[in-house]
């Protein structure tokens, strides 16, 4: 399974293991024990870096920390379920990138961990996802 590019996807997530090594006082991450034994039904945040269009046409990149519930591993990379829509996208356009939609992520994309409300991992897991992602 491959992860999002900004070449095929048009967004793409950002290597948190990278930040907390640039800035580790300022940039904090979950120890790697935790990130690694993720189980169905938590909550990873993970920041996407998403091109976008402003208001004079010109194409910007913009970052948002966005929650995942997680849905499966698959090899070294597990799949979540986007828990909201992006602030920088309509929710009515064609993107991939909307709430429901499958988003493959590593252990190095985790910014946190939550476990939440079992009512709410319930309705999360219980429905098909809006998009689905390519298991290639």
Same mark, same amino acid.
């Given at each position: 399974?491959?992860?999002? @590019?900004? !070449?095929?996807? %048009?967004?793409?997530?950002?290597?948190?293991?990278?930040?907390?090594?640039?800035?580790?006082?300022?940039?904090?991450?979950?120890?790697?024990?935790?990130?690694?034994?993720? !189980?169905?039904? !938590?909550?990873?945040?993970?920041?996407?870096?998403?091109?976008?269009?402003?208001?004079?046409?010109? &194409?910007?990149? @913009?970052?948002?920390?966005?929650? &995942?519930?997680?849905?499966?591993?698959?090899?070294?990379?597990?799949?979540?379920?986007?828990?909201? !829509?992006?602030?920088?996208? %309509?929710?009515?356009?064609?993107?991939?990138?909307?709430?429901?939609?499958?988003?493959?992520?590593? &252990?190095?994309? &985790?910014?946190?961990?939550?476990?939440?409300?079992?009512?709410?991992?319930?309705?999360?897991?219980?429905?098909?996802?809006?998009?689905?992602?390519?298991?290639?």
């Amino acid at each position: 399974m491959r992860l999002a @590019t900004f !070449q095929t996807d %048009y967004w793409q997530l950002r290597d948190a293991e990278e930040c907390h090594a640039k800035n580790p006082d300022e940039f904090w991450i979950p120890p790697l024990e935790e990130r690694i034994n993720l !189980q169905r039904g !938590q909550s990873a945040k993970l920041i996407f870096d998403i091109e976008a269009t402003d208001e004079d046409g010109n &194409v910007i990149v @913009t970052g948002e920390r966005m929650w &995942v519930t997680v849905l499966e591993r698959v090899g070294d990379l597990y799949v979540g379920i986007l828990e909201n !829509q992006p602030a920088s996208l %309509y929710p009515d356009s064609d993107a991939y990138l909307t709430m429901g939609a499958e988003i493959p992520f590593g &252990v190095n994309h &985790v910014t946190d961990i939550a476990n939440p409300p079992v009512e709410f991992v319930k309705w999360q897991l219980s429905q098909p996802p809006d998009r689905n992602w390519p298991r290639e």
